[in-house]
Structure formats: structure tokens, C-alpha cells
């Protein structure tokens, strides 16, 4: 599909979002609704940890979709990652100055549940 200029629409365009601002937030949302993305920047924001010290933290995930989430939040450029050696294979996780800007974002909704958010009634939700 094409705009009147000629130029070819990206996907927001198609959905109504011409907006600059709107597509940053959208984009950002979409980044951050990804399941243990924040989890994953939360337990970095302490110091950089390699696959397996992050795997224990997130106690329910999967090793195929950290391996994903940490793969996309390294093309985002919220993480980098180093292989520091290969035999036996050692890789670690860090944040970026983009990964670590989301520390005050992890602190708000950190404050945010402290005085919103009903354990009981956010019980079987947090254990989906």
C-alpha cells in the first residue's frame, strides 16, 4: 500500500497511527508488553549476569523465550551482550544507557503496586 507521495506505509501507518508521538509510545508499549521483558531489565539493572543467573531469577520462563526476549531487547539496544568464553561457552547480559534508562519506569510501577495492587485479587493473574 502506498501514501499519496508514493512512499510505502509501515505497519502503525496501516493501523491510523501517523502521529510521531503516538508511534514512539506505541512502539515503546509493544517493546515492554513482550512477557518477562521488564522482569529481565529489572533483575540486569543490579549488575550484568550471564544466561543461566538470569534463568534462575525468572523462575517460570522458558530457556526458548528468554533466549528470544534476550535476543530482542539485544536488537532494541537495551542489552549487549559479551561472550566471554567458548569453551565451555560463557555469555553475559548488561544494560545499555537505553536499558538502564528504564530503571525509573521498573521504580514507578514498583511504587505504583505498592499502593494499587491487591495481592489477593492480583493472584491469579501474576500466576498465569
Known amino acids: 500500500m502506498a501514501s499519496k507521495s508514493g512512499e510505502k506505509l509501515d505497519k502503525l501507518e496501516m493501523m491510523g497511527c501517523v502521529d510521531p508521538d503516538t508511534k514512539k509510545l506505541y512502539m515503546s508499549f509493544m517493546l515492554l508488553q513482550e512477557k518477562w521483558v521488564l522482569f529481565i ?16 531469577k525468572a523462575v517460570n520462563v522458558c530457556t526458548t523465550t528468554l533466549s528470544q526476549r534476550l535476543s530482542l531487547l539485544e536488537k532494541t539496544g537495551l542489552v549487549t551482550r ?26 514507578a510501577i514498583r511504587e505504583w503496586g505498592e499502593k494499587y495492587v491487591d495481592e489477593e485479587k492480583a493472584q491469579d493473574v501474576a500466576c498465569s
Open 41 to 56: 531489565i529489572q533483575s540486569l539493572l543490579e549488575r550484568p549476569l550471564g544466561f543461566n543467573e538470569i534463568s534462575r
Open 82 to 107: 559479551t561472550v566471554q568464553s567458548t569453551m565451555p561457552p560463557r555469555t553475559s547480559y548488561e544494560l545499555t544507557e537505553a536499558g538502564r534508562g528504564l530503571e525509573v519506569v521498573i521504580e
